[in-house]
Nanobody, 127 residues
Framework: QVQLVESGGDFLQAGGSLRLSCATSGGTFSNYAMGWFRQAPGKEREFVAAISRSGGSTYYADSVMGRFTVSRDDAKSTIYLRMNSLKPEDTAVYYC????????????????????WGQGTQVTVSS
């Protein structure tokens, strides 16, 4: 059973930057493709970013392309989401997710593809 713990959420002003972390345990981290999702109040959960097992393939939602960067550190069993030029519409609870994958290059952009989820970390961006 894989456990995921997000951290790094904060309250900040528009234009600021933040880095979220997602630490994993209970599994072989290098076997998992990973993703970030978010859910704003009153809205459905939406995809943010995904990264393959190798880290060489990444994919982003259009709304965050060019502003957010996903990365992974297999030595620390952790993925990160670097968020720049934050906007009020980025306000949400951010979740990381994991899926065991046979491919080192495939990423997954749909929540139903993931097997494990963290508890989320709140990001609030004021205008």
């Amino acid at each position: 059973q894989v456990q995921l713990v997000e951290s790094g959420g904060d309250f900040l002003q528009a234009g600021g930057s933040l880095r979220l972390s997602c630490a994993t345990s209970g599994g072989t981290f290098s076997n998992y493709a990973m993703g970030w999702f978010r859910q704003a109040p009153g809205k459905e959960r939406e995809f943010v970013a995904a990264i393959s097992r190798s880290g060489g393939s990444t994919y982003y939602a259009d709304s965050v392309m060019g502003r957010f960067t996903v990365s992974r550190d297999d030595a620390k069993s952790t993925i990160y989401l670097r968020m720049n030029s934050l906007k009020p519409e980025d306000t949400a609870v951010y979740y990381c997710a994991a899926r065991q994958s046979n491919s080192r290059t495939v990423y997954y952009a749909t929540g139903t593809h993931y097997d494990y989820w963290g508890q989320g970390t709140q990001v609030t961006v004021s205008s």
